[in-house]
T-cell receptor
Framework: LAKTTQPISMDSYEGQEVNITCSHN???????ITWYQQFPSQGPRFIIQ???TKVTNEVASLFIPADRKSSTLSLPRVSLSDTAVYYC?????????????FGQGTELSVKP | AAGVIQSPRHLIKEKRETATLKCYPI?????VYWYQQGPGQDPQFLIS???????DKGSIPDRFSAQQFSDYHSELNMSSLELGDSALYFC???????????????FGPGTRLTVT
């Protein structure tokens, strides 16, 4: 599975757009990029998944450049409740057993 | 919508005791995963089951065992507990039959195990 690198922490203020970038230089052709969110003492929650270009859902957008060696999770107009750890995961979506390999996530702190 | 159910939510055990954690997946989900998250750590994959068969194994100690039953619920059995086993244990479920991306796993609320 491709190794990922994310910032350890980020600070933001309510109403701002937050962009979290993940590097995955050795991403494989059949790898997808998936982001999970985790609040303290809760299980991770799926946010968004993509393969290339741009994916958008009601929660976030995911931007993936042509070379796919990085990706950016964009959270529009964050609120205090978006304070959480965000994990970037890279791997084939039909990986044996579908296990998730969590690396070090990004701890986002949203301030009033 | 129904979510993943885990029981108990909290468990306190002494060293060398045994513990059993239970997981009830979302209805119609056929794949169950177990993860361990120590204090300040990232979740670590332990083991997974698809259609009642073990499908993958991660960093699960030999003291731990797990199985998935005919109703798709799963149990994680932990013996000879050590202080280092104190952690949050998450169960997740998904549709592993190809109906959706296997990376979209739905996590339960977790069981907080404290070993004293």
């Amino acid at each position: 599975l491709a190794k990922t690198t994310q910032p350890i922490s980020m600070d933001s203020y309510e109403g701002q757009e937050v962009n979290i970038t993940c590097s995955h230089n050795n991403i494989a052709t059949n790898d997808y990029i998936t982001w999970y969110q985790q609040f303290p003492s809760q299980g991770p929650r799926f946010i968004i998944q993509g393969y290339k270009t741009k994916v958008t859902n009601e929660v976030a957008s995911l931007f993936i450049p042509a070379d796919r060696k990085s990706s950016t999770l964009s959270l529009p107009r964050v609120s205090l409740s978006d304070t959480a750890v965000y994990y970037c995961l890279v791997g084939p979506i039909y990986n044996q057993g579908g296990k998730l390999i969590f690396g070090q996530g990004t701890e986002l702190s949203v301030k009033p | 919508a129904a979510g993943v159910i885990q029981s108990p939510r909290h468990l306190i055990k002494e060293k060398r005791e045994t513990a059993t954690l239970k997981c009830y997946p979302i209805p119609r989900h056929d794949t169950v995963y177990w993860y361990q998250q120590g204090p300040g750590q990232d979740p670590q994959f332990l083991i997974s089951f698809y259609e009642k068969m073990q499908s993958d194994k991660g960093s699960i100690p030999d003291r731990f065992s797990a199985q998935q039953f005919s109703d798709y619920h799963s149990e994680l059995n932990m013996s000879s507990l050590e202080l280092g086993d104190s952690a949050l244990y998450f169960c997740a479920s998904s549709l592993g039959s190809g109906a959706g991306p296997s990376y979209e796993q739905y996590f339960g609320p977790g069981t907080r195990l404290t070993v004293t």
